[in-house]
């Protein structure tokens, strides 16, 4: 049983019988059919494991690819169904006995993830671009994690041929993890899920093949960040129980409404305590916005990314921000709307530091990967344009920005695995010289990938921002709308001098090649400038899509 | 439904775009001509526009609509008035002589690996930007409209960048630098002007909840969109922001020198006589059209701005050294004329400034193709390494002495037509500005002449001896140029009548009357 | 004893729990302060139940004590595989890349 | 008969297209293609000029109206042609002369491989002079008006391979351009004033506006006929003209091109009459020119810039005659076209000299020529008398007539006119017999040339000595048979208006006076040139005489002020351009730049200090939060 169903029990358990605990057992009710994504991808995550533990080493990685795959599209095919049955829109509802909604929203993320996530499992088990190691093919990951690098453990791990499969059930895990982190409707759903997908992570940033070092030390960073953004999370978490009595957010909604008055007078001093409202719901924020890469709690995002294997780099990036600003947008929008008063200008200026500060640092990086990263967070201040938008709009907006941005991050991403020198991949921006020269076509959809980074039109990057641009203006920000065509203009500068660098420098004597990678990749990165492509020239559909899914249950 | 003609003009050129670039590596001189080819079925089909286009019908002709993207309120809306069909007939005009003139400026210097195909894609970018530069003309949806305003800037880019003028003094990777610097200066420039418009589009749309020119004008007219000062103003300052830039109008012009010194010779003329026109092309048609109180607002400051262009844009043409930049100044000046007329806001400047637009394309179209021919035999863009080219090449010299004429706007050519309605357009409201601004007259004289008296006459210099008088391929280049130069001068009725429509729709938009004469108001 | 004085430990714990992440230099110390921000949230959380007189504050107690102990194992394995390929647990040292 | 006008430019415009972009193929028959067009028109001029006889004196303008050629809301602009007897006298000078002047380059440009062109450009020339005389609006002439200028820029850099023929027409070209600017600015006021250019609704409605307005009109015509005519202060540029070939300095440079701001005046009268200011500018112009040419004649050793300086000087005449209103229309252009026949015959001459003295243009390296070249030296003296004003030949009447009316303006204003007027004519007596002297009489004192090429004086062919003949008989008759009778006076009255004015002197006094004057100047010419021998390099002279052989400074002082100036402007402007308001650009690229390197730093890589970051940042939210709330 997973650990959300098991957690439903307890709180409906605890909520609906405090009075007289233990005298009766009310079953708690499971839609099963409607966590079925969560569900499916959990399920295979076990089968996952458990293949670890019984399947032979040799067919492992098939299995595991095959059994990844599999998953993310049944959960993928189980969401259009849910959608398809109008549980978007009409039938809307809270599952799980309050602790998991199934609406628009959700649904919307929930698919985006899965989509994106299944394209960036495409590059995790790629197997083409490094030389083959004694015979055997091998992945962007490290034979045997728990090898000292450089030793002759390593070595021999190499020899023999191992893999670390287990990254395919770590990603599902945090697969399920994010699936269930946007559509979390009380606050430990909301905790747990984050640990959820976070854990995860964590290890998947430090197994990467090649610099070791580097792998290992972002996973730290990581883990330790995270673990202290968590810590306050959880904090908010408790003061906000302590303020309404409740971790459910329909319940917490209501109090700041002012539309439930206190169980209990003699408690006054604490339930319906604004200050630990605006404190707790503060720190919350604060651990959502280091998970979107929000500055000023942005800066393990560089050092991570740039380490992480790329695959991994590229999966986090997208899916990570997918699912923490559904998770975001559904706490300030579902939970804390009466105090839009309240975290409005806060999250504007968090917005403006995010999108300046992400462009200007950009500027002068020299490593892509860290470029991209830092790329990532002038994004996510865009994206928190839209958040504050406080609009139907703005809800539809970032759906479809999130959309827009993941696909053209994983497909930068895998590009980024391709450009590789003797030491793995070259992301040293110097050696990228002259790429468009060796590998025009390589060269030309890397540009394209940056042009809708730069939100050029007739990229999806475009639409995106315009998008969320306009839903702020309507919303009332202009000056954010401001702030952020600057800061576009300065983003422009580094992605623009990537595509310089790329074509019209001459190409080095020791440059790296382009790796010609195998179908998987390539299907990512087709899916990624097809998405990017259609959804800058014909996004109504899309657009429509998230407009009809941008409504939240409540 | 009638046949999608204006569809048709933008699309051809983009279908040429793709097959250009779908030619193999070794088929160069293939894609040349699949490449002129498509340019002149362009040319035929903007033709057809033209003589479609009834000047006396409705302000919008040849009018298309199809839904886009609902979520923004954004359709797929065409149509053209007089102005975008002058403007449409001088892109589909020039484009080939642009691809004929540039038809060895993308031979590969040697052997690249077979994969690198700058050939194709050099004239494939440029019919992708006359697709989008056609299609700019005709969009009446402002969306529409900045998309492909912003869309062409990356073809352009990568023509000014990645096809640099081979001509060039110092080290190659000296003028590597230079030519990357100049492609990133003209996008960043252009990019920010078009974002800071980005934020009035939005704005825009929040006020007026359209895109549809035609909606937005007739909720103007019909009283029920009233645009607070301070928003009209704000909106506006956006929109006149990036198109200054485009222009481009003093203080905002560095860009353009250092774009047309390292782009080659075809490549500038797309800039300056194409591209830059849609900035110029887009201040009638959405400033005045869109805002015309804050139009009329701003007129002081943009008329100084203007004549400041004119006149320092001739005074540092002077002082150039090199021959492109020369020109590029030259045309700075130029687009001061354009601003200058479009802002007065009478009859005579519109349809001077409209007139110019298209004189301008095409007499600076033969002065720079020209230059362009006498550099590649050269191999310098240097002034000062000229020196008695007439007398070797005197067919050469005659043709660059023509287009340098039509540059000073003699009489009889072209840009005098319109150089003298902006000036008298100007003068009849802002006699000072007026007679400022006709001093550039003598200034685009000394330019002028200078740079012919260095280049083409006195002894021959060494270098020049025994360089190659023009060939047929730049004979028809030259010649037709200059053959339309003397019609326009001598015979302008066929573009003003399809101007003047226009013009008068526009004078209304803004609620302005030319002056009456002293002596007629006088009976 | 009001209750109130719990909060109010579980505050002053959280704080030092923070100021430990942020002054420390090996890393498992800096994992330990960070869990006893965590404990510090348990220690919130069963005091509001308290105050509230539901369970739900301890249930989320108790989750997050799996969790912590989840973290725990995530968060040895990383820092002891960083140890052994640096001979150092000191996060300073883990300073390959930045700017 | 009235659609024969166009013809008049049609026929040398169909030329100048023809040799033009001919090519080589034409470089044999290009002469006579060009001669025949020229002739053609003069033909269709003559013939035009018979119906006209045939028409009542009030009712002899024709017009020709051909398109519309800029129809613009609110502004007319036609390509139309008015033929009066104004623009019938220029038609029948241009035409007669230039088509001389055709036939004498025949001989004159024979070894020049690029005839063919130069013969393109003559009829180009013609084609612009007779558009511009037969326009019937202000902007039509404009196009005539820069016509003419082009052809004249494009033949004094006829020979382009000399560095100083292709700075002499740039110079002459910007220097017109700046009159040009004044005509742009003439044309907007009309246009503002009247709402129309052309001639006859303006001139008709000077009534109807304010003195101002017809003031600044006037003085915006008197900048363009300044640059066109080389008056005082934009004069600067004829001298340097005289590199082009010297057909073109005879056509172009005398008889007719530099008359064009004669008749740009004379054809404006009315808007002059109605005012005076602008009619004092115009007659102090003409009288300062008048002794300005006179004085650098004088100290020139070039014959072709002596006879430039005469020009000036002449034209100074004229100019002068017709800033005095109706008194002096009439004289004016009647001066022009005698004016027309003696100084195109004397440079056609001069022409010849030189044609026969390898080129040589300085006369101290002349002398004696008379023997050699007996035809040259006859027509040419023939000029030197009718330029003088010698009693019976051309100039006498006309110039008399100018310092008569002068003196009839009255007033001081009169006084000082008439006797300005009257020392021109002493100094023209006096440079001109210089010039004589020093060609054709005394000692030969040619050398060899640097090539050790000795010249060899001689006749020059029967195409360029028949020329100089016909133009020597216009010299000597053309004055006589105008002035006789005041047929001239007769004619063009309808157009310019005569008014006879009120002389404080009689005729006879002033005719006196000037023989006494031109007697005095002629006896001091031979006193310091006949008498003595002249040396071959020239004495330092007076401070006068340096001054006046370097134009009286004027040409310093365009370079100091303007051509130095323009330098310094432009390359202070080219810094200012490039570091200013492109370094505000460059410098907030280079801003963010450090300031992106700057906030760079604050990634140090450490951890601790990334939880600093967080830690903070949640302070700063939480307190910003507590803090909307207080406030």
Redesign the interface.
């Known amino acids: 049983m997973s650990a959300t169903a098991v957690h439903g029990l307890w709180t409906t358990m605890g909520g609906v019988t405090s009075a007289a605990p233990g005298d009766r057992f009310a079953a708690p009710t499971i839609e099963y059919a409607q966590l079925a994504p969560v569900l499916i991808v959990l399920g295979a995550a076990v089968l996952g494991v458990l293949a670890e533990a019984f399947v032979p080493r040799r067919g492992r990685y098939y299995t595991q690819v095959f059994l990844t795959v599999v998953a993310l599209a049944a959960a993928f095919a189980a969401v259009v169904a849910l959608a398809a049955g109008g549980y978007g829109t009409t039938k809307a509802r809270i599952a799980a006995m309050g602790a998991i909604a199934v609406d628009g929203p959700a649904l919307f993320l929930q698919g985006t993830i899965l989509l994106v996530s299944m394209v960036a499992v495409f590059t995790f088990a790629e197997r083409r671009l490094d030389p083959e190691a004694h015979g055997n093919r091998v992945d962007s990951f490290v034979a045997q994690a728990g090898a000292v690098p450089g030793s002759d453990g390593e070595k021999a791990a190499v020899r023999a041929g191992f893999t670390t499969t287990e990254v395919f059930p770590l990603v599902l895990f945090a697969i399920a993890g994010m699936l269930v982190f946007p559509a979390a409707n009380d606050l430990l759903t909301l905790f747990i899920a984050l640990e959820v997908f976070s854990l995860p992570l964590y290890l998947l940033c430090a197994v990467a093949r090649r610099k070791r070092l580097m792998s290992q030390e972002a996973a730290v960073k990581y883990f330790l960040l995270g673990a202290f953004s968590s810590a306050f999370l959880l904090f908010g978490i408790a003061l906000l129980y302590g303020y309404a009595g409740s971790v459910s957010y329909a319940t917490i909604a209501n109090v700041v409404n002012g539309s439930v008055q206190g169980i209990d007078p003699a408690l006054a001093d604490t339930m319906g305590n604004d200050a630990l409202l605006l404190i707790g719901g503060a720190m919350i924020v604060t651990g959502l916005l280091f998970k979107v890469g929000a500055v000023p709690f942005h800066m393990w995002t560089p050092d991570v990314y740039q380490g992480a294997p790329t695959p991994v780099t590229g999966f986090m990036a997208a899916a990570t921000k997918v699912a923490a600003f559904g998770a975001l947008l559904r706490l300030l929008y579902v939970v804390l709307p009466g105090l839009a008063w309240d975290w409005r200008p806060v999250m504007w200026a968090v917005a403006v530091v995010t999108m300046l500060g992400g462009a200007i640092v950009a500027i002068t990086q020299t490593d892509i990967k860290r470029l991209l990263a830092y790329s990532s967070i002038a994004h996510a201040g865009f994206i928190l344009a839209g958040v504050i938008a406080t609009t139907p709009e703005g809800i539809s907006s970032v759906l479809f920005y999130l959309v827009a941005y993941s696909f053209v991050t994983v497909g930068a991403f895998a590009v980024v695995t391709l450009v590789r020198d003797a030491g793995g991949e070259a992301t040293h921006l110097s050696k990228w010289a002259g790429l468009g020269r060796r590998s025009p076509l390589v060269a030309a959809v890397f540009a394209v990938f940056l042009l809708a980074f730069a939100g050029i039109p007739l990229t999806s990057g475009f639409t995106g921002k315009f998008a969320v641009f306009k839903a702020a203006a309507e919303g009332g920000a202009a000056g954010l709308v401001v702030v952020g065509v600057i800061s576009s203009a300065i983003a422009a500068f580094f992605y623009i001098r990537v595509i310089v660098l790329m074509f019209f420098s001459e190409p080095k004597a020791d440059g790296p090649t382009v790796a010609v990678p195998s179908p998987l990749t390539m299907t990512t990165i087709a899916v990624g400038v097809a998405v990017t492509l259609v959804l800058g020239l014909a996004p109504q559909y899309f657009l429509d899509l998230a407009s009809q899914a941008g409504v939240f249950v409540r | 439904m009638s046949f999608p003609l204006l569809t048709a003009t933008a699309a051809l050129p983009a279908i040429g775009a793709i097959a250009t670039a779908a030619v193999p590596a070794a088929r160069r001189t293939a894609a040349k001509w699949l490449a002129l080819l498509f340019s002149l079925a362009t040319l035929v089909l903007a033709g057809l526009v033209f003589v479609r286009f009834e000047p006396g019908g409705d302000r919008y002709q040849l009018t298309e609509s199809h839904a886009w993207i609902a979520e923004f309120g954004v359709r797929y809306e065409l149509g053209v008035d007089g102005i975008g069909v002058a403007l449409l007939a001088l892109t589909a005009l020039l484009i080939p002589f642009v691809i004929l003139a540039g038809w060895h400026d993308a031979d590969p210097l040697e052997t690249k690996s077979s994969r690198w195909r700058p050939t194709q894609g050099f004239f494939a970018l440029i019919l992708m930007v006359e697709a989008m530069v056609i299609l700019s003309f005709e969009a009446t949806d402002v969306f529409l409209f900045y998309i492909l305003f912003e869309a062409m800037l990356i073809p352009m880019y990568f023509l000014i960048g990645g096809f640099g003028d081979r001509a060039h003094s110092g080290s190659d990777e000296n003028a590597a630098a230079q030519r990357s610097y100049a492609a990133v200066k003209f996008l960043l420039y252009n990019l920010a002007g078009g974002l800071i418009m980005l934020a009035a589009v939005i704005g825009l749309y929040v006020v007026a909840g359209s895109f549809s020119l035609a909606e937005i004008a007739e909720a103007r007219a019909n009283g029920s969109l009233e645009m607070a000062t301070g928003t009209e103003r704000w909106l506006f300052l956006g929109f006149f922001f990036a198109f200054a830039i485009k222009a481009p109008l003093w203080p905002l012009h560095t860009w353009l020198p250092n774009a047309m010194g390292e782009a080659t010779a075809p490549v500038a003329v797309l800039i300056t006589a194409i591209v830059d026109k849609v900035g110029t092309f887009a201040m009638l048609r959405f400033c005045l059209q869109l805002f015309p109180e804050a139009s009329k607002w701003a007129t002081p400051v943009i008329i100084v701005l203007a004549l400041i262009s004119i006149v320092y844009g001739a005074l540092l043409a002077v002082g150039q050294r090199d021959i492109k930049r020369l020109i590029a100044y030259a045309s700075i000046s130029h687009f001061g004329f354009i601003v200058l007329g479009i802002f007065a806001m009478t009859s005579q400047g519109q349809s001077g400034a409209t007139l110019y637009m298209v004189n301008h394309g095409i007499s600076t179209a033969a002065l720079m193709l020209v230059a362009g021919f006498l550099i590649t035999r050269r191999g310098s863009r240097l002034i000062a390494d000229y020196g008695g080219v007439q007398k070797v090449a005197p067919v050469l010299a005659g043709t660059f002495l023509i287009g340098g004429l039509a540059t000073l706007s003699l009489p009889g050519l072209a840009p005098f037509v319109s150089e003298f309605l902006v000036l008298v357009g100007t003068f009849s409201v802002y006699p000072a500005a007026g007679v400022i601004a006709t001093s550039g007259i003598v200034l685009a004289a000394l330019y002028v002449l200078v740079l012919y008296q260095r280049t083409m006459t006195g002894p021959v210099k060494a270098e020049v001896r025994g360089m190659p008088d023009l060939r047929v391929r730049e004979l028809a280049v030259a010649l037709p140029l200059i053959a339309v130069l003397i019609g326009l001068g001598v015979y302008p009725k066929p573009l003003t009548e399809v101007v003047n429509p226009a013009v008068k729709h526009t004078m209304q938009d803004v609620q302005k009357q030319d002056p009456q004469p002293e002596v007629e108001a006088a009976k | 004893m009001n209750p109130v004085n719990y909060l109010y430990l579980a505050a002053l714990l959280f704080t030092i729990g923070a100021s430990g992440v942020l002054v420390r230099r090996n890393a498992i110390v800096v994992f330990m302060c960070v869990e006893l921000m965590l404990n510090a949230c348990n220690l919130a959380l069963v005091t509001f139940s308290r105050m509230h007189g539901n369970l739900d504050g301890q249930i989320v107690a108790f989750f997050t004590m799996v969790v912590a102990a989840a973290e725990v194992v995530v968060g040895l394995a990383i820092i002891v595989s960083l140890f052994r390929s640096r001979h150092s647990a000191s996060v300073d040292d883990a300073s390959l890349m930045k700017l | 008969m009235e659609n024969l006008i166009a013809l008049l430019v049609a026929a040398p415009l169909l030329g100048a297209a023809v040799l ?1 972009c001919g090519g080589r193929r034409l470089d044999r028959a290009g002469h006579w293609i060009g001669t025949l067009l020229a002739a053609a028109s003069f033909v269709v001029g003559v013939v035009l000029f018979s119906a006209m006889l045939g028409y009542e004196a009030e009712a002899r303008t024709m017009r020709q109206h051909l ?9 007319q602009a036609d ?1 139309a042609f008015q033929l009066d007897q104004l623009s019938m006298t220029f038609v029948l000078l241009i035409t007669g002369v230039g088509t001389l002047i055709h036939i004498y380059s025949i001989g004159y440009m024979e070894h020049d491989e690029r005839r063919r062109r130069f013969f393109g450009y003559l009829n180009l020339f013609l084609a612009a002079m007779l558009l511009l005389v037969i326009a019937d609006n202000y ?1 039509l002439l ?2 005539g ?3 003419v200028g ?1 052809a004249s ?1 494009l033949l004094i ?1 006829f020979w ?4 100083s ?3 002499a ?2 110079k002459a ?2 220097v017109n ?2 009159g ?2 004044g005509l ?2 003439a ?3 009309m ?6 250019f052309a001639f006859g609704p303006v001139l008709s ?1 000077t009534g ?2 304010s003195e101002g ?1 017809l003031t600044a009109i006037g003085l915006m015509l008197l900048l363009a006929a300044c640059g066109k005519s080389a008056q005082v202060p934009l004069q600067s540029w004829l001298g340097d003209a005289m590199e082009g070939p010297t057909p073109v300095s005879a056509l172009i440079h005398a008889a007719t091109m530099v008359t064009a701001g004669v008749y740009l005046i004379v054809r404006s009268g009315a808007i002059f009459d109605a005012a005076p200011d602008a009619q004092l500018a115009v007659v102090v112009v003409g009288a300062v020119t008048l002794l300005f040419g006179a004085i650098v004649g004088c100290a020139k050793d070039d014959i072709k810039k002596a006879l430039a300086g005469s020009t000036m000087s002449q034209i100074g005449y004229m100019i002068l005659a017709a800033g005095l209103g109706p008194i002096g229309y009439v004289f004016a252009i009647m001066h022009l076209v005698t004016h027309g026949f003696f100084k195109a015959g004397l440079f056609l001459g001069a022409g010849s000299v030189m044609h026969g003295m390898n080129d040589e243009v300085d006369m101290r390296k002349y002398g004696g020529l008379r023997k050699y070249m007996p035809v040259t030296f006859v027509t040419f003296g023939l000029g030197y008398l009718a330029i003088i004003g010698f009693p019976g030949l051309s100039g006498f009447f006309s110039k008399d007539k100018i310092i008569e009316a002068a003196f009839a303006k009255g007033g001081t204003e009169g006084w000082i006119l008439g006797s300005v007027a009257l020392l021109g004519a002493g100094i023209t007596a006096f440079y001109m017999t210089r010039v004589m002297l020093m060609t054709f009489f005394g000692e030969k004192r040619w050398q060899p040339d640097a090539e050790g090429r000795e010249p060899h004086p001689h006749e020059s062919p029967k195409s360029m000595t028949i020329p100089m003949i016909v133009l020597a008989f216009g010299s000597v008759f053309a004055g006589g048979f105008f002035a006789i009778g005041d047929r001239f006076t007769h004619w063009l009255e309808p157009v310019t208006r005569y008014d006879h004015g009120h002389a404080p002197v009689s005729a006879a006094t002033v005719t006196g006076a000037t023989m006494v004057v031109l007697l005095a100047g002629a006896a001091l010419a031979w006193a310091m040139y006949g008498r003595r021998p002249i040396p071959v390099v020239a004495p330092r002279g007076s401070l006068l005489t340096r001054a006046a052989r370097r134009d009286l400074l004027q040409d310093d002082f365009n370079h100091v002020v303007l051509v130095r100036g ?1 330098e310094h ?3 202070s ?2 810094y200012v ?1 490039h570091s200013l ?2 370094g ?2 460059n410098g907030t ?1 280079a801003s ?2 450090g ?3 700057r ?20 302070a ?3 307190a ?3 803090l ?2 207080a406030v």
């Not at chain 4, 246009?191 to 129309?196: P, V």
């Open positions: 033009l398109f519309s050629w800029i129809p613009v809301e609110g502004f390509i902007l404009y196009v008006w820069e016509g082009l820029y850099g382009q391979h000399k560095p023929a292709a700075t027409a740039k070209f910007l351009r700046v040009d600017m742009s600015v044309i907007m006021l246009f503002t004033t009247f709402g129309t409605a109807e506006t307005k323009g402007l432009t390359r402007l080219v351009d308001v492109d505000v650009v690229a963010f730049g300031l992106s390197g906030l760079r730093k604050l990634q140090n890589g450490y951890a601790r200090t990334y939880a600093v970051s967080m830690f903070g940042g949640t700063v939210l939480i910003a939060t507590l909307m709330r």
